[in-house]
């Protein structure tokens, strides 16, 4: 398994300004990606969180809105910028982890933002 | 393209007993996962049990165990011995060989005493 740690674990945002969420493994992982669960919705993948180069967006995601970093393995985070009501959500990263015959996905703990 | 349906909005349980989740699913990846998850109010997201494509006996962890029917494209998840404790949101989500997530949009399960 994986444990996984998220700062800040919820905030309350003014509408135009931008919060950085912060997400942290406790080993090497290849495979990280950005989840959002919009009030009473499913998760919705957002990005891959790629190390070394830039991540991969789903449809209706955007760099601009959602910039992601990966500075190494165990380490992401993801800014939501220039933020609107709309964007109020639980933000979730997760991280694959791979066996000869199994893989398990595991997720922090969320991020919960409130925007005003 | 992967799609999960989850057809049970909510469900109730006496403790004690044990109760289905159902989950149907479709999707072009020739190998892909099933997952299930458990969410309760805080909102994190506990993993619970994981299918492979290619397993031929169904995944048991515990009191959870994953009824999975290829033919039929389904992957029900079966809790034995209901606890109050698992009352919470859960979701059914494939994967395939990118390790994307698609997620149904849940089934909220409530354990009475």
């Known amino acids: 398994s994986a444990v996984i740690s998220q700062k800040p674990s919820r905030d309350i945002c003014q509408r135009g300004t931008s919060l950085t969420i912060q997400c942290q493994v406790d080993s090497q992982v290849t495979m990280m990606f950005w989840y959002r669960q919009q009030p009473g919705q499913s998760l919705t993948l957002i990005a891959t969180?790629?190390?070394?180069?830039?991540?991969?967006?789903e449809s209706g995601f955007v760099i601009d809105k959602f910039p992601i970093s990966r500075p190494n393995l165990t380490f992401s985070t993801l800014t939501v910028s220039n933020m609107s009501p709309e964007d109020s959500s639980i933000y979730l990263c997760?991280?694959?982890?791979?066996?000869?015959?199994?893989?398990?996905?595991?997720f922090g703990p969320g991020t919960r933002l409130t925007v005003t | 393209a992967q799609k999960i349906t989850q057809t049970q909005p909510g469900m109730f349980v006496q403790e004690k007993e044990a109760v289905t989740l159902d989950c149907t699913y479709d999707t072009s990846d020739q190998s892909y996962g099933l997952f299930w998850y458990k969410q309760p109010s805080s909102g994190e997201m506990i993993f619970l049990i994981y299918?492979?494509?290619?397993?031929?006996q169904n995944a048991t962890e515990g009191r959870y165990s994953l009824n999975f029917q290829k033919a039929r494209k389904s992957a029900n998840l079966v809790i034995s011995a209901s606890q109050l404790g698992d009352s919470a949101m859960y979701f059914c989500?494939?994967?395939?060989?990118?390790?994307?997530?698609?997620f149904g949009k849940g089934t909220l399960l409530t354990v009475n005493p």
């Open positions: 969180a790629n190390q070394g180069s830039e991540a991969t967006y």
């Open positions: 299918q492979g494509s290619y397993d031929e």
């Open positions: 989500a494939t994967g395939g060989s990118n390790y994307k997530l698609t």
């Open positions: 997760s991280v694959a982890l791979t066996g000869t015959s199994s893989y398990e996905q595991y």
